[in-house]
């Protein structure tokens, strides 16, 4: 391919360099390229849009068609996120990550609805396996401190968090006595 003046590429048949491009195909574009990527938020993707300088009733236009067609969904978002991240945060982070991504509060409660009291629990004890050998060793205070503090970094509830270290570490030491 010839290039033009400083390595540049030629206009392209239907490019018009004497004609500004239209602002809804530009934000066509950078909606459509974020979406490629990975999935998003209409909030994600308003922000990736200003950022880009697309004029606000333009980017409301093109993200109010793309939930018309079903490209944008922040309800099927949520649940594909939660469903996701589930084995590795608790509800309370997975609620925070939502909301920092521009999923409304209703829409995420929503979602997190499909996570059971029994599902959360299960997934904190299995983060609790790997730290849990880690601490052998550590008087029982420092083991507590540190489990609970991999739950709750991680969103899971304070009561739950106490309640499965105690439990973790129990039958931790029992299995130790055991053997």
Do not use: C, W
């Not at 004029?55 to 649940?79: C, I, M, Q, S, Y």
């Not at 790997?130 to 969103?155: F, K």
């Amino acid at each position: 391919m010839s290039r033009g003046p400083r390595g540049q590429r030629p206009p392209g048949p239907q490019e018009n360099p004497d004609r500004e491009a239209d602002p809804h195909d530009v934000a066509r574009a950078i909606a459509l390229r974020q979406l490629t990527m990975a999935p998003r938020t209409r909030a994600q993707l308003a922000q990736k849009l200003a950022a880009k300088d697309v004029p606000e009733p333009v980017a409301t236009d093109v993200l109010d068609r793309f939930e018309e067609v079903g490209l944008v969904d922040d309800g099927a978002f949520a649940e594909a996120y939660v469903h996701s991240r589930i084995r590795s945060r608790g509800r309370r982070a997975l609620a925070q990550e939502l909301r920092r991504k521009g999923v409304e509060d209703q829409t995420a409660r929503d979602a997190l609805e499909a996570v059971d009291d029994d599902s959360e629990e299960r997934a904190a004890r299995e983060l609790l396996r790997r730290p849990l050998a880690a601490t052998r060793g550590l008087e029982r205070a420092a083991r507590q401190r540190r489990l609970a503090g991999v739950l709750a970094r991680r969103g899971y509830p304070s009561g739950l968090v106490m309640r499965l270290v105690r439990e973790a570490i129990g039958e931790d030491e029992a299995g130790a006595d055991l053997d």
